[in-house]
């Protein structure tokens, strides 16, 4: 494995690779990888020649009093980790390199945006579709992976991709959960014990939706106040949203008559969680994820 | 040459090019194409293998009760221009192709846009950079090619392609003018003869800006206030700006001490006409332009 900190030469390597006609695939984290990040360079690595994994802890994505500091970071144990899932190059850029003094130019995606966590988190989407428009033109993948358990995030890079015509292909892998049904997160390690067991009732809440969803429910805003009723037994567990929407538009569904992404955010202590899951529909049970072998 | 309208159809293209390890060079118009187009055209043929040409009259880039319905179309003309120049590819597509229903990512650069135009024309810019950062993933140059006479869009694209790390050189080439000095532009069209010659004055002060500047006046206040003495000399122009601005940032200059761009909007009946020229600083005298034989 090779690691690239310039943009320019992990550019000039990928122009390299196209010319030579190879494929790549790029797997766009923030560092800290755990095994929803190692499903996606699993699934990533059977599709391409060259599979390139970058870590970025992306500021522009973080607004005012976000936790960016604070994020964790451990580069040193990613490499191990990228090395061992037979990783290519880790691109490991510095902020400097990816943002310099005098940046100007922005990418945003002005509907699906602004719906969910857009509308806490002002800014947030246009911090990512910008460093992902940077990704794509310096990795120039053809395909990138995007986690499932970021739902919205996906679905804005999907329409970024659409819209300014990136000749990529955009994967979408499954959430991948802890045995107790946790979604595995960079920031579960903010989290003390108690909260961590706190924190179950994000699938606690999204297990009650599809619940009241197979029984036969159709009334989302029923469902909803079930969730929220679900989420407020637990102490300490602020709610941020509780949504139950189009899975492609994420415009909320009145009467659900078809599939339904149904969407969890909430703040415990100083961590902030979010959760999903896609429920009826034509694909009703979702692909297995890849889990890591057990030690 | 052949004819390509279906942006999917030109990216195939373009990634087979690449794959081949051809090079591609792109002259992006909005169609009515005159001897200023070609120069661009004539400069791109001789730097790659395929050189594509892409007309399209980008309506994200006008303003409301600007000219977009009138703006002058003739895409038989243009194409046996771009067939005789020994161009490849006629990238010709249609609104619908390039913005279909919901279209809702943009790509804006914040600062150099807000300057000159950007001030009189809001969202003319976000509207040319979305244009161009789609006709780069669609057609993938390694070169594009634009024009001096937009010295402002051309600084723009240059600042977004560096900011969003597109993998593409900029490439800009002087301005064609008529005999009499007028700047070639498609704009000119819509022009009386009366109006044609009163647009003589735009030239005309530019050429008041520079010989003031070379009898050594560096106070740039003096030097708009004769261009726009001599603007107003002529009946009928309105000025929408006079501007003394350094070349790389577009900010206003006060004192001039190295190289300045000498900017003017004017409006002469319902035709907007812009035209600039750099004076000073290590190149004063620019390349001569590529002009179109005789006929």
Chains 1, 2 share one sequence.
Not at 115 to 134: M, Q, S, Y
Request: glycine share 6%.
């Amino acid at each position: 494995m090779k690691t690239v900190t310039s943009p320019a030469a992990m550019q000039q390597l990928s122009l390299k690779f196209r010319e030579e006609a190879k494929t790549i695939a790029l797997v766009p984290t923030m560092g800290c990888l755990h095994a929803g990040h190692l499903s996606l360079v699993h699934t990533a690595r059977a599709t391409a020649d060259i599979l390139v994994v970058s870590v970025f802890v992306n500021p522009m994505q973080f607004g005012p009093g976000e936790d960016l500091d604070a994020y964790p970071r451990d580069s040193d144990k990613d490499k191990q980790l990228c090395e061992d899932a037979g990783v290519d190059i880790f691109f490991f850029p510095s902020n400097d390199a990816m943002y310099p003094i005098g940046h100007s130019s922005f990418v945003e995606e002005t509907v699906l945006s602004r719906e969910l966590c857009g509308r806490l988190r002002p800014g947030h989407f246009r911090g990512v579709t910008t460093i992902v428009a940077k990704l794509l033109n310096i990795v120039l993948p053809h395909r990138a992976f995007f986690g499932q358990k970021d739902a919205q995030q996906a679905l804005v890079v999907r329409k970024l991709v659409s819209d300014l015509s990136f000749p990529v292909e955009i994967v979408t892998c499954p959430t991948v959960r802890d045995t107790d049904g946790l979604a595995l997160s960079s920031r579960n390690k903010y989290m003390s014990t108690e909260e961590r067991n706190a924190a179950l009732c994000v699938p606690g809440a999204l297990e009650v939706a599809e619940q009241a969803i197979r029984s036969g429910t159709s009334d989302a805003r029923m469902i909803s106040s079930a969730m929220q009723e679900a989420l407020k037994r637990t102490p300490g567990v602020k709610v941020d949203y509780v949504e139950v929407v189009d899975p492609s538009t994420l415009e909320p569904i009145v009467a659900i008559s078809g599939p339904a992404l149904v969407a969890v955010a909430v703040r415990i202590g100083r961590t902030r969680l979010i959760d999903n899951r896609l429920i009826g529909g034509p694909d009703v049970e979702p692909p297995t994820p890849w889990l890591p072998p057990s030690p």
